[in-house]
């Protein structure tokens, strides 16, 4: 039994990607930085703005705690546990990345063009009011097309496979069921 574990930058698609896979697979579907979240009190940006090692011990923390309480007797037969969305900078916490070399893990990054993120995020940064604050920089958007770059070839050496974000979460869902049932 595996737990397969979405990776990849920012605004990639995996947590709706991964909502429509765990659909597919029928299996839980869980969003790391909520689990953050629902276990701190605090948002993922808020722990960050905190210190970038007060949040990466909560992500740390979050991710231990899931892979610590899987029950297999509650999973029966499936092959797969669930689905979890990373946050897109997990690769850059050696703690957590640990983790996720474990057995009964799977990796899987999901990629898209260093542009179409950044158009998601300035897409958000319009509606919230807020970039990300490890985007607080001079100029966001070379920050973030070093730190996509640099985070999509960590996440691709820790992943068992990789797809492209490109479509939709339903389409990239199947690609991901399809390559699962190939291994």
């Known amino acids: 039994m595996e737990t397969v574990v979405l990776t990849g930058p920012k605004h990639v698609g995996k947590s709706q990607t991964g909502a429509a896979l765990a659909e597919l697979l029928r299996v839980p579907f869980i969003d790391l930085d909520s689990r953050i979240e629902s276990r701190t009190g605090k948002s993922p940006r808020t722990l960050y703005r905190e210190g970038p090692d007060v949040f990466r011990n909560a992500e740390t923390e979050a991710l231990r705690s899931l892979i610590e309480t899987i029950d297999a007797e509650k999973y029966g037969k499936r092959s797969i546990r669930e689905v979890v969305a990373a946050g897109g900078g997990i690769v850059d916490n050696e703690a957590a990345s640990a983790l996720l070399q474990q057995e009964g893990i799977l990796v899987v990054s999901i990629e898209v063009p260093v542009e179409t993120a950044w158009e998601r995020i300035r897409a958000?940064?319009?509606?919230?009011?807020?970039?990300?604050?490890?985007?607080?920089?001079?100029?966001?958007?070379?920050?973030?097309?070093?730190?996509?770059?640099?985070?999509?070839?960590?996440?691709?050496?820790?992943?068992?496979?990789?797809?492209?974000?490109?479509?939709?979460?339903?389409?990239?869902?199947?690609?991901?069921?399809?390559?699962?049932?190939k291994r």
């Open 124 to 181: 958000e940064a319009e509606r919230t009011g807020e970039l990300p604050a490890f985007l607080n920089t001079e100029n966001p958007q070379e920050t973030h097309a070093a730190l996509h770059r640099r985070r999509a070839a960590a996440a691709r050496k820790l992943a068992g496979f990789t797809v492209s974000g490109a479509g939709t979460p339903q389409a990239i869902a199947w690609e991901i069921a399809r390559a699962i049932n």
